[in-house]
């Protein structure tokens, strides 16, 4: 937890229950009612009782000599995100999932230090020159490459499952939204 909490943040986009215009930082710290999954809700009500300015901010106390004030009633608590489309561009609509405030704003956080991680090591995720480099690469020596559509929504939980620790598969589920 503390190791991503830092890292959490606004996106600049609308949620589930912000939309449009409405869906600015302020209104998403201050929203009435911060829009979660229940398995995502005891994490962020950690990350709120740990960050005085945020609870200060919704007007709520959280010193250690208090009760806790931050409940299940400071919350909207929803089975998952909402789907809309976006334009991929002149021809075609995305199909994207509109995340509750509350899942966001970790999601944003825990993506954060995985990118971060993986750069210690070399890899950038925000670079794709050498992705660039490498299909250049086949094209010259007459080797393909292969573009899978709709790649990004087709890794499987079980790839998941394999590939991380336990406790990051069970935060990644926490984090997710179930349905749609």
């Known amino acids: 937890f503390e190791d991503f909490e ?3 943040r606004w996106g600049p986009g609308a949620t589930f229950s912000l939309k449009g215009a409405d869906a600015t930082v302020d209104k998403k710290i201050c929203e009435s009612k911060i829009s979660i999954t229940p398995s ?3 994490i962020l009500k950690a990350l709120i009782r740990r960050d005085p300015l945020w609870a200060e901010a919704r007007g709520l106390s959280v010193t250690a000599e208090s ?9 909207q608590f929803v ?6 489309v976006v334009p991929k561009n002149a021809k ?16 944003l956080g ?10 210690r090591v070399g890899i950038n995720l925000d670079d794709q020159t050498r992705n660039q480099r490498l299909a250049q690469r086949a094209w010259a020596e007459d080797l393909a490459t292969v573009d899978l559509k709709a790649a990004s929504d087709s890794i499987s939980q079980q790839a998941v499952l394999q590939l991380l620790p336990p406790d990051w598969v069970e935060l990644l589920s926490r984090l997710r939204s179930p349905f749609y």
């Open 40 to 42: 995502a809700y005891p």
């Open 67 to 75: 009760p806790d004030t931050i409940t299940a009633n400071d919350f």
């Open 92 to 107: 075609t609509d995305r199909t994207i999932g509109v995340e509750p405030t509350g899942n966001l704003f970790l999601q």
């Open 110 to 119: 825990v993506g954060a230090y995985i990118r971060r991680q993986l750069h």
């Open 6 to 8: 830092s890292l959490c």
């Open 79 to 84: 089975k998952g995100c909402r789907i809309t």
